[in-house]
């Protein structure tokens, strides 16, 4: 019999679990689902006879040695900052593992002990990073396997509500981790816009609102994605003359972030006691009003907008001028906007999730220019079974499946999934489950 560790059973992990689960009785498997939260568990495994809880502190070494040694492999659903402590584990007894997230720096340092083990450290192998790398290098591959020239490479992905539960004027709903929201953008921005870099600095993220179109959905804005140039080499694209990486949201969503931004709101920082404080006091606080003037022509002026502007309707939704008291605390700017966007944004029991990726890529071909506009657009069944949830865990699932029934050979070293051997038959088998692209040629 061969087990399966999954780590962590929170928000993203439903549709993995279950896929392990389903497959279970036909492979013979013991799937071991660790958590610190014996009720995420248990909703996620019911009464499976396949199914093994252990509710455990990841973080200490000894409980955390245990259970990678029993796993023949080991998927990673833990927040990013502890992928290592089980990367080092699985170092160690030899397993292959597999996350959602970025590469780390720590983990990229594991490189050659990780190729020299003959282990396979997939990591980015969820929606964004993920089925992003993977339809993309298809897309690249094919066009130079014609010969094709690539001038530029635009991805865009965003997980947002779906129209028939979209009902704020923010035009959005946590669908992931709300806390990532809060810091999105924090570090900058850099990419590649007609054979010069562009820099993006936090402050200015929001307010560009450049827009895509998207078929079925209509207009989306998008603002960039940390370092889009640190996958230049990866993506071997050496012609390129513009190559970017962005998130997408709605236009006003962007709009009235750009508030937030400037006035301090998502401030980490800061620090200060909310006793007797309103969301007012501390917009005003934070904005540097000094109490002279009408304080929403001083918000207009500060921020180079009209006073009819729909981001004072946007923030009037969310309470800010409706002098609502704060609870007692001394906390952070960041804090308190995450603690008001949990109630307001939350995902209803039965509202669905929509989650949209677009690749456009533009490329010569025999004295021809090409362009190849690739689209997917997956709609959640419900607060739970979210669209979110699919197209993070299934990638995961599939890929950890092919490699312990030796469907393919899994590839050694600290990876992404841009090779051939991984992307096709992943691609293929999520086109089963309905995650799949249009592409429109032009």
């Known amino acids: 019999m061969q087990t399966v560790l999954i780590a962590g059973a929170g928000k993203s992990s439903i549709y993995l679990i279950h896929f392990f689960l389903t497959h279970a009785p036909r492979n013979k498997w013991k799937v071991i689902v660790a958590d610190s939260d014996a009720n995420n568990i248990a909703e996620k495994i019911g009464d499976s006879p396949y199914a093994e809880a252990a509710v455990v502190d990841i973080t200490k070494p000894a409980t955390r040695e245990q259970l990678v040694k029993r796993a023949d492999i080991v998927i990673s659903l833990m927040p990013p900052h502890l992928h290592i402590l089980l990367a080092r584990e699985c170092l160690k007894h030899k397993k292959n593992l597999i996350t959602s997230s970025y590469i780390s720096e720590e983990m990229k340092e594991m490189d050659e002990a990780v190729k020299k083990a003959g282990l396979m450290f997939m990591c980015e192998m969820g929606l964004d990073p993920g089925i992003d790398h993977m339809t993309a290098n298809k897309l690249i591959h094919g066009i130079q396997r014609v010969s094709g020239i690539i001038t530029s490479f635009k991805s865009y992905c965003g997980g947002l509500v779906a129209p028939e539960s979209d009902n704020n004027p923010w035009h959005y709903k946590f669908t992931w981790n709300p806390k990532n929201i809060i810091t999105a953008g924090m570090g900058g921005a850099k990419y590649l816009y007609q054979g010069k870099q562009v820099e993006v600095p936090y402050e200015k993220m ?107 309707s946007m923030l009037k939704w969310l309470g800010f001028f409706d002098d609502i008291p704060l609870m007692p605390a001394t906390t952070t700017s960041a804090d308190l906007l995450l603690e008001l966007l949990l109630d307001k944004w939350k995902l209803e029991t039965v509202d669905k999730d929509m989650v949209v990726m677009q690749h456009e890529i533009e490329y010569m ?78």
């Open 206 to 312: 929001f307010e560009h609102n450049k827009k895509i179109k998207v078929d079925e959905i209509g207009q989306l804005a998008w603002y960039p994605n940390r370092d889009s140039s640190r996958y230049l080499d990866i993506y071997d694209v050496p012609e390129i003359q513009t190559f970017l990486r962005a998130t997408l949201r709605h236009p006003s969503f962007c709009k009235g972030w750009q508030v937030f931004v400037i006035n301090g709101l998502t401030d980490q920082d800061d620090q200060f006691d909310t006793r007797g404080m309103t969301y007012t006091d501390w917009l005003k606080k934070k904005s540097g009003y000094t109490g002279n003037g009408n304080f929403i022509t001083y918000l207009a002026t500060k921020m180079g907008i009209a006073e009819d502007d729909k981001a004072f």
């Open 365 to 442: 071909h025999k004295g021809r220019k090409i362009k190849v506009t690739s689209s997917m657009v997956i709609k959640g069944e419900n607060r739970d079974h979210s669209a979110m949830a699919k197209t993070v865990g299934l990638p995961m699932g599939i890929l950890a499946r092919m490699v312990l029934n030796k469907k393919i050979v899994p590839p050694t070293g600290v990876l992404l999934p841009n090779m051939v051997s991984v992307y096709r038959p992943v691609l293929t088998e999520l086109a089963h489950y309905g995650i799949s692209f249009k592409e429109v040629v032009e």
